[in-house]
Each structure stands twice: as structure tokens, then as C-alpha cells.
């Protein structure tokens, strides 16, 4: 049994997209399992398909930096998407690779893993679909069902424009803003910034092609697209510059946030209406612990205890709703403590409903 390997090159931004697309819909039982490697041409921004683009992105952003809005048909959050990264995309038969997904996830990421290692990155699996060094997140990776093909994606982050992808995002305030700015640093890296010298593309797919001929112990052979596939990736290319297709999910818009920075980071703020006035908590969590908090009220009366001191003692602590309230109350006391509590914590809620656990309110 051997795999296909396309090396696509150098593609517009919309082509690295429907690549995957155009591939999974023109599977056949006898269609090989197909590696895509496929560097961004242009930068744009990829939404996932349940979101909403104007909830999700300042499109007035987008437009004047003529920044692409691309809806993809698997699910996750928004990415930025630029020539910086090396676009990685099997798209294998369902029989290919693993039932449970995380173990399709390890399953993809090992050769991603190996190949930094060759380059002397330290690089490791954080479930359920990261890879990491030393802390911080490198390889964010998506899986989904297309057609009849199992589709799993990943790139190789060679260097990532910060700026961009803060100010392509639709947030509900400078604070939140401010949030994302320093934990994007502080929490996603790359290989400009783990190596000395920056390896040349053509040495990353090469050493990535062994690594995937040894992990899989498959025979792996350079290949091209079939006639088939791409009348089909340029259907998707059409497909997806029709607004139909970008603007198919809307949603209410909401005075709350939540927002991904890896699987272990999260930040969110949640703005409440309290006898008149407002109650605002954002709140940046890692690991479930509160590791940036900022609150604002106004418009109630004068408070008897200090804001700032109740930030501070709520610094480190876990997210955990009857920890929380203990510290709250000690504080705030009556009347303000429960809905200070409630607005802290729903940012956590919002969490688990985003993450699929529990049947807390959802986010946006």
C-alpha cells in the first residue's frame, strides 16, 4: 500500500483551502490516502462553518486590508492564514486511520512532532489536537468528515504576523483586545522564534516525508492531481467566494466573548446588566486558573469595598464556582456578591459548552 504525496507548492489562499475540499469529494473507494503540502500564496482569515463572520471578525478590518474571509467546511475557530505556515492535509480513506479522534490526532501530529525534532525544537503532543513547546502552542491541528474522505489538517508555523490576526478579530473591548495581544505572545510560537536559523521549505517537506515513510511504515510516492479533483477544487474555489456560502450562519449578536488561545487558554469576558447598571468580568484562564483578571462596573451605587482588591484576590485561584464565591463574599458581602459571581463564572460556562462539555450557555 502506498500514500500520494502532492506537493501543491505555492498556491493562493484560497486554493490552500479548497485543496482538502476538492480531494475529499472526489474520493473513491480505489482514490490512494493523499499528503498536501500547500504554502499560502496571500493571507486571509478562515472561519470555521457554524460561525458567524460578522460576529467572529471586524470585517471593516478585513475589507480595508483586503484580508479574504474564507468559510471552511470543518468546524473549530478562527485563524489567521498566511505564506508563514506550511499547510499539511491527509485525506485518507475512513478506514485509513483511527475510529477515536484523539488517537487520529496522535496519529497525524507524530511526524509533525518528529520533523521539529530534527530541526532541534522540543516539540510534544498536548491533547487533544496541539502540539507545544515548552508551553506554547505550534501546531494547531483540525479534523472532520468531508464527502467520504476523513480529513485531518496541520501546518508547520514558520513565522506568524501577531498584529493581523488581533486586529482582523471582532472583540467587545480594548481590555479584551489587550488580553489576546499579550497571551498570543506569550503562548504561541514558532519556528523564527525557536531556531537560530530558519530551515528552507523544500528541507521541512523533506525531512517531514521521511518521518511520515517511517511512523506510518508506508511507502510514500510524489503524485498529481487526477483531472476529477481538479474540477472539483475549482468548483470549491468558486464556492467559496460566494457570499451565500460565507454568510450562511448568523447569530445574535452578544455582549459576551469567548475566545481560544490553545487548548489551555482561554479568555472571556461577560458583560452583565445589575440593578441598572453594569457588571463586566474578563478573564484570561490557563488550565482552569485564573491567570488575568480585570473588572469594571458601573453605574451602581457606591461600592463599600475595593474593585482592585477583589481582582487580587481572585488572582491564581481555581475556576471553581463555590471557591469563587467564598472569595467574593468575603469582599463584596451584599448585594453585589452573587451577580459578581455569576458573571465570573459564567466565562468558564461558556468554556465547557465550547469544549463540549456539559450543557452550559453557549458562547456568542
Not at 478562527?78 to 485518507?92: M, S
Not at 501546531?139 to 468528515?145: D, I, L, N, R
Not at 523533506?206 to 511512523?215: P, V
Request: glycine share 8%; net charge negative.
Amino acid at each position: 500500500m502506498k500514500i500520494r504525496l502532492i506537493d501543491a507548492g505555492t498556491v493562493s489562499g484560497l486554493r490552500s483551502q479548497s485543496i482538502y475540499h476538492g480531494l475529499a469529494y472526489a474520493q473513491k473507494t480505489d482514490t490512494p490516502d493523499t499528503i498536501v503540502l500547500a504554502t499560502p500564496g496571500s493571507p486571509y482569515m478562515c472561519i470555521g462553518f457554524f460561525q458567524d463572520p460578522e460576529i467572529e471578525l471586524n470585517m471593516k478590518y478585513c475589507s480595508a486590508e483586503q484580508l479574504p474571509v474564507i468559510r471552511r467546511e470543518t468546524g473549530g475557530g478562527v485563524v489567521y492564514v498566511d505564506e508563514g505556515q506550511l499547510f499539511v492535509q491527509w485525506v485518507f480513506q475512513q478506514s485509513s486511520l483511527p475510529k477515536r479522534v484523539d488517537r487520529r490526532f496522535q496519529l497525524f501530529v507524530k511526524p509533525l512532532i518528529e520533523t521539529y525534532k530534527f530541526f532541534g525544537i522540543n516539540a510534544y503532543y498536548h491533547p487533544i489536537n496541539d502540539v507545544h513547546v515548552d508551553g506554547k502552542k505550534i501546531v494547531g491541528t483540525g479534523a472532520g468528515t468531508i464527502g467520504e474522505a476523513q480529513v485531518v489538517t496541520g501546518n508547520f508555523l514558520f513565522d506568524f504576523d501577531y498584529s493581523t490576526m488581533i486586529n482582523a478579530i471582532k472583540v467587545p473591548s480594548d481590555n479584551f483586545r489587550n488580553a489576546v495581544d499579550d497571551n498570543l505572545h506569550r503562548y504561541l510560537t514558532t519556528l523564527k522564534q525557536e531556531l537560530k536559523r530558519l530551515p528552507e521549505r523544500e528541507e521541512v517537506v523533506r525531512i517531514y516525508r521521511k518521518k511520515c515513510e517511517e511512523i506510518l511504515n508506508l511507502q510514500i510516492e510524489l503524485g498529481g492531481f487526477t483531472d476529477k479533483e481538479m474540477q472539483l477544487i475549482e468548483e470549491w474555489d468558486n464556492k467559496f467566494v460566494d457570499e451565500e456560502w460565507l454568510f450562511q450562519t448568523r447569530k445574535k449578536p452578544s455582549q459576551n466573548k469567548l475566545l481560544k488561545i490553545h487548548l489551555g487558554v482561554w479568555i472571556g469576558q461577560i458583560t452583565e446588566n445589575v440593578d441598572g447598571g453594569i457588571m463586566e468580568a474578563l478573564i484570561t484562564m490557563k488550565d482552569n486558573y485564573i491567570i488575568g483578571i480585570k473588572l469594571v462596573v458601573e453605574g451602581l451605587d457606591v461600592l463599600n469595598y475595593s474593585v482592585s482588591e477583589l481582582e487580587k484576590s481572585l488572582m491564581g485561584i481555581l475556576m471553581d464556582k463555590e471557591l469563587i464565591s467564598q472569595k467574593v463574599k468575603s469582599i463584596a458581602g451584599e448585594p453585589h456578591y452573587k451577580d459578581w459571581v455569576n458573571c465570573i463564572f459564567k466565562v468558564k460556562e461558556l468554556q465547557l459548552q465550547q469544549t463540549g462539555h456539559g450543557t452550559l450557555a453557549r458562547s456568542n
